[in-house]
């Protein structure tokens, strides 16, 4: 093994390979939080593929069983383990398809923000210059707007329906990745290995895939991760406020959003989808920063 | 410095201009037809064409931006479409309620969080450690309306200790902080333990103890004021969260402020409200980080400003 190594080899990336992929599951199974967080995903992760046959009633039914005498909602009995909804729908289906619209909206609007906010940051961090000036500035300048103002304000002039409003969270999110890549790729750019590259004449896609992405690959998967947690936050805010997803569909947010002048009488209808919420936001969370602890123990800050 | 600050100063404008733009983009994007809103909904097509006439909204688009923004500069941001009042008033009227529901937030998470992150640094890697620290991990993980609803449901609804909702006595206050606070006492937990921790490595601990002086004397004396500095640059950066934070919390309780206003703007689609108070809102982040940046190599002069 030589001692040292060619600077203008490229060295080889953090976080690329099979056998690295399985050392670093297995450091975050034997860290107990993230151990915790995994299983919560697992399970989270199981509920929504297997969502129609796990449902214990039709989530869109509004029976007359499930309202009391009064037509209020019941609380969790033999028949509704979780109790039923004002409408008389049950709650525990509710939830259980709400962990389908949950996960999807964090997978798809991340997914977007990902590639959108990587894409800016490499291109801005690898080309520099006026390139950079004016990405890096509409980036500060998304920055500035309150997030959760600006994605209303997109989920008013855009019809709701899921895929806008995972669009509208990929809108206010890609932000903060963006940042990140890009102070990366303009340190990673003014390496040797890379200059080498250009010097060569390797066209720029070549250097970029080739030679950047892997290296900033661990970057991308902490926030990354990071991220679905801040998206599953805002999913259920919106919902919350009447933007989101609309109803009948369910989601834990509108689930409360539609219970919630009933929660001095009926706490359970916001309390389990509540909890949904804190646990599936808490598992990205605890995952995202072992990982972040794993993969580049320099990655440290607020953000 | 000087340079700096002139700088930083002309990028915050650039910003800002930049956000009026935007603001107005999306206000000519908007379905809703102004003219039709206020005319009503029993309005000939003749009246609208006369209120869009006389709203200007047939004019070229620059020239209308020009009229939005020599508009903004005087403090006008347009009439509500459903209150007849001027939204700067309307924001005016409401903006107290707000500012002091977002101090009382400050303090209520610096209380918490640094309490917390003294606590866990001085019991590092013992079960209270571990303990705050995934309480910590929960009030990042916990979106404002359940923490909201919760408290409310527990301390108002079954103890009966703080008023349901509404706004007057300091009782009123205590709830909607906690809510509003919560998540920044997450992240100022976990700052000021790793923060606290670096202190407690350095040299300047090694001589207070040499000296003699008692830990109880050493923690509050020497580790506390250097450990703290980096998390007061910080404080300005919350005000981007607290703009967010605040639609939710005054919604939740009743809270007579500007996120109210916005969320009941967004229930009847007042475009001029959504976008005033976003405006403003916007205003507020861009100061809040333009204090940090000023205040952050005051504290730190490692930080170059260049």
Same mark, same amino acid.
């Given at each position: ?27 975050? #199974? ?7 967080? #995994? /299983? ?22 509004? %029976? ?11 609380? !969790? ?56 000036? /004016? ?10 707007? !309150? ?70 690959? %661990? %970057? ?7 991220? /679905? ?9 919106? %919902? ?15 689930? /409360? ?33 072992? #990982? ?12 | ?44 097509? =003749? ?24 508009? $903004? ?12 009042? =001027? ?15 977002? +101090? ?9 969080? $640094?309490?917390?992150?003294? +606590? ?33 449901? @527990?301390?108002?609804?079954?103890? &009966? ?36 921790? =670096? ?13 003699? $002086?008692?830990?109880?004397?050493? +923690? ?26 605040? @639609?939710?919390? =005054? ?36 100061? &809040? ?8 190599? $005051? ?8």
């Amino acid at each position: 093994m030589s001692v040292t190594q060619d600077i203008r080899q490229t060295p080889p990336a953090p976080g690329s390979g099979k056998s690295r992929a399985r050392v670093v599951l297995g450091e975050l #199974l034997r860290r107990p939080r993230a151990a915790f967080g #995994l /299983i919560i995903i697992a399970l989270m992760v199981f509920t929504a593929v297997f969502a129609p046959w796990i449902m214990p009633q039709d989530p869109f039914e509004q %029976s007359f069983d499930g309202l009391s005498l009064m037509g209020g909602p019941l609380p !969790p009995s033999g028949d509704y383990i979780l109790g039923t909804d004002l409408l008389g729908r049950d709650l525990a289906s509710r939830l259980i398809l709400g962990t389908q619209t949950s996960l999807i909206i964090g997978v798809v609007a991340n997914g977007i923000a990902v590639l959108l906010g990587a894409g800016v940051g490499i291109t801005a961090g690898y080309f520099g210059g006026w390139t950079a000036a /004016i990405l890096m500035r509409f980036t500060d300048l998304m920055m500035a707007f !309150p997030a959760l103002l600006l994605a209303i304000v997109l989920a008013a002039i855009f019809q709701p329906s899921l895929m806008i409003v995972a669009l509208v969270i990929a809108m206010v999110n890609w932000v903060q990745m963006s940042r990140v890549i890009y102070t990366e790729t303009r340190s990673l750019a003014e390496r040797e290995f890379i200059q080498v590259q250009r010097a060569i004449g390797s066209g720029p896609f070549r250097i970029l895939g080739k030679h950047l992405l892997p290296h900033l690959l %661990s %970057s991308i998967i902490v926030f990354g991760t990071l991220g /679905i947690s801040t998206t599953v936050l805002l999913e259920a805010t919106l %919902s919350f406020l009447g933007v989101g997803v609309q109803p009948p569909m369910p989601s834990w947010g509108n689930i /409360i959003f539609e219970n919630q002048t009933y929660f001095s009488t009926a706490p359970w209808l916001v309390f389990f989808p509540g909890l949904l919420i804190v646990l599936l936001a808490l598992a990205f969370n605890l995952v995202g920063d072992a #990982l972040r602890d794993i993969l580049d123990p320099t990655l440290k800050g607020r953000h | 410095m000087t340079s700096y600050l002139i700088r930083r100063l002309f990028e915050s404008a650039l910003i800002l201009l930049g956000i009026t733009f935007v603001t107005f983009i999306l206000l000519y994007l908007l379905p809703a037809d102004p003219a039709r809103q206020i005319a009503g909904r029993s309005a000939t097509a =003749e009246t609208v064409a006369n209120i869009r006439d006389q709203l200007g909204l047939n004019d070229p688009l620059f020239v209308q931006y020009w009229r939005y923004l020599t508009g $903004l500069l005087q403090g006008d941001m347009g009439r509500s479409y459903l209150q007849r009042a =001027e939204v700067s008033s309307l924001i005016a009227a409401r903006l107290p309620a707000s500012l002091m529901l977002m +101090v009382s937030a400050i303090v209520t998470e610096l209380i918490i969080g $640094l309490t917390i992150g003294v +606590v866990a640094a001085l019991r590092r890697n013992r079960p209270a450690d571990h303990g705050l620290m995934i309480f910590s991990f929960v009030a990042i993980s916990a979106p404002q309306f359940v923490i909201g609803i919760l408290l409310l449901y @527990v301390f108002a609804v079954q103890l &009966g200790w703080f008023p349901i909702g509404g706004y007057g006595t300091p009782a009123h206050f205590v709830l909607p902080s906690i809510t509003l606070g919560l998540l920044g006492a997450g992240w100022y937990s976990r700052m000021m333990r790793s923060s606290m921790i =670096e202190v407690l490595n350095q040299d300047l601990v090694r001589t207070a103890r040499a000296k003699g $002086l008692s830990k109880m004397r050493i +923690v509050t004396r020497h580790v506390m004021p250097n450990a703290i500095l980096p998390i007061i640059a910080m404080i300005g950066i919350d005000i981007g969260l607290f703009m967010s934070g605040i @639609v939710v919390v =005054e919604s939740v309780f009743g809270w007579p402020g500007i996120g109210q206003l916005a969320w009941q703007a967004i229930q009847r689609v007042d475009i001029p409200v959504i976008m005033g108070v976003t405006m403003v809102s916007a205003t507020a982040i861009v100061i &809040g980080n333009l204090l940090a940046d000023l205040v952050a190599p $005051l504290i730190d002069p490692r930080i170059k400003t260049k």
